[in-house]
């Protein structure tokens, strides 16, 4: 993400808040020294919601045997949380404007880590879901508000380190997630994937009370509350209409009629927006031609590839007979991937330029993914770690481009705006995406036995990769570019 992709330019602090970097640094002190609680803050909250986002999927098929459903009947587990940050992420700028960034992080760790609790707790599926959508509630605050404190802390020079040692901890928790998952499923019970964020959850309150600033607005802007219902009810809908096409039989007059409603509620929400001085999402802003691309490309991309590693979990646990330990250690590869991927993106950003590296990269990763259909039981294990170390490298720096890309046009009075966009687009997408791959592995299934999960997912597969594939041509809207030698690309 781009080092102002939080970033917000407020005009002042409230008083009493902390002060600005310039103001804050002692002679001889850095502010990385001086906000070293506060970067350990921030670290914690990305490392708990990094391993959280990760460590389910190890776990579904065990999940799905004690709450008595199917394993992929379980993605309304996953995705309601997804949703819910999607929702959720435009309303984190405006509350930091009105209530203050203490607060609202301190909140934000207190409901994720009930959520959290309760998840551990719940008994059924439907329980499991609405302490989800808490989790989702609290950890829609979480990297939003850390980031923009981060940028109004950090001394700019200091800035790129700061984040990188923050992104670091994201990293560890997406390595880390999958084998605590296997493990902790394999050993103990699946519930401690979520306990053992209550005690995390306890420290971060206290380490927020003592290293948080506190910035905010003396008079925030209001708040386009009707913008934000129509969003979101209109989001529910989509989400509830791909539910709705998972029952048997398929209930086609309510999916029509709930698609209808979110198109309505769409088209009411441009209108909207057009006459309301601050929208929740400014669509004047897809007027940039990098900013649409950047955001259609990332859409589309991540409903091929967002739940691809959930069906390789059941692919390996179900179809194959692994072990949840060891189908969690096939995840490791992947994380390790995307990190390797971190160290060479701003030099094939130089080299190629956003258009050639985003419409080849694009194919690749299609075609890495259609590559898991020669996957079967006999495949050795090395085979499928390389394999997922290969699409991880290029999945990660698919994300970082199209992450990176949306700023590049952008003035930066926008940036906090585009941020939200982004966002809100990447989660939307990564729910729809779990949502259509578990529909079409269903699909695929046809209520048979275990054993045809192996079939199953090779078809899937190809046909998620048929969709990345298909992505390519937005990118193929953008203009020929060659950024300059030295060019600033960060995620």
Not at 283 to 308: N, P
Not at 325 to 333: E, K
Request: charged content about 10%.
């Amino acid at each position: 993400m781009s080092p102002h992709a939080a970033a917000d330019p407020h005009a002042a602090a409230s008083p009493g808040s902390s002060p600005t970097p310039v103001e804050a640094d002692s002679p001889g002190i850095s502010s990385r020294e001086r906000y070293r609680g506060l970067l350990w803050l921030v670290a914690a909250a990305f490392f708990m919601q990094a391993l959280d986002s990760t460590v389910v999927n190890t776990a579904v098929p065990a999940m799905a045997e004690a709450l008595r459903v199917t394993p992929l009947g379980m993605r309304t587990a996953l995705t309601s949380y997804v949703l819910t940050l999607a929702i959720l992420i435009p309303a984190s700028p405006w509350l930091c404007d009105r209530l203050g960034t203490r607060r609202v992080f301190g909140i934000a760790i207190v409901v994720f880590g009930l959520g959290s609790l309760l998840c551990g707790l719940a008994q059924t599926l439907p329980q499991l879901v609405a302490a989800r959508v808490l989790q989702g509630v609290g950890g829609a605050s979480l990297m939003p508000v850390g980031r923009y404190v981060l940028v109004r802390s950090i001394d700019k020079r200091e800035f790129v380190r700061a984040m990188s040692t923050v992104a670091t901890f994201g990293l560890l928790g997406s390595v880390l997630g999958p084998l605590l998952g296997g493990a902790l499923v394999q050993f103990t019970s699946w519930r401690l994937i979520f306990l053992i964020n209550v005690p995390v959850a306890i420290a971060g309150v206290w380490m927020n009370k003592r290293d948080m600033p506190d910035y905010r607005l003396d008079h925030a802007n209001r708040f386009d509350l009707p913008g934000f219902l129509l969003f979101a009810v209109a989001s529910a809908l989509l989400l509830t209409a791909s539910e709705l096409a998972g029952s048997k039989p398929v209930p086609w007059e309510r999916i029509g009629l709930c698609g209808m409603v979110a198109l309505l509620l769409g088209v009411v929400y441009v209108w909207h927006s057009r006459r309301t001085e601050h929208p929740v999402a400014d669509l004047a802003l897809l007027r940039v031609r990098s900013v649409w691309v950047a955001l259609a490309g990332g859409l589309f991309t991540r409903l091929g590839i967002s739940g691809m590693f959930l069906l390789l979990m059941l692919f390996l646990q179900i179809g194959c007979g692994w072990s949840p330990l060891m189908a969690g250690l096939m995840m490791v590869p992947q994380a390790l991937g995307s990190i390797t991927a971190k160290w060479v993106i701003h030099r094939a950003l130089v080299h190629f330029g956003y258009r050639r590296l985003l419409l080849g990269n694009t194919v690749i990763v299609a075609v890495l993914l259609a590559a898991f259909a020669l996957l079967g039981p006999t495949t050795p294990f090395w085979a499928i770690a390389s394999l997922t170390f290969c699409y991880g490298a290029f999945a990660g720096l698919q994300y970082t481009a199209m992450n990176t890309l949306i700023y590049n046009d952008v003035d930066i009075r926008h940036a906090s705006m585009v941020s939200s966009m982004a966002s809100t687009v990447q989660y939307l997408a990564m729910s729809f995406g779990i949502a259509l791959s578990t529909l079409l592995m269903a699909a695929m299934l046809q209520g048979h036995a275990h054993e045809d999960y192996v079939v199953a997912f090779r078809w899937t597969v190809l046909l998620l990769a048929a969709i990345t594939a298909a992505a390519s041509r937005v990118f193929g809207r953008l203009r020929h570019d060659r950024p300059l030698p030295g060019a600033a690309i960060t995620d």
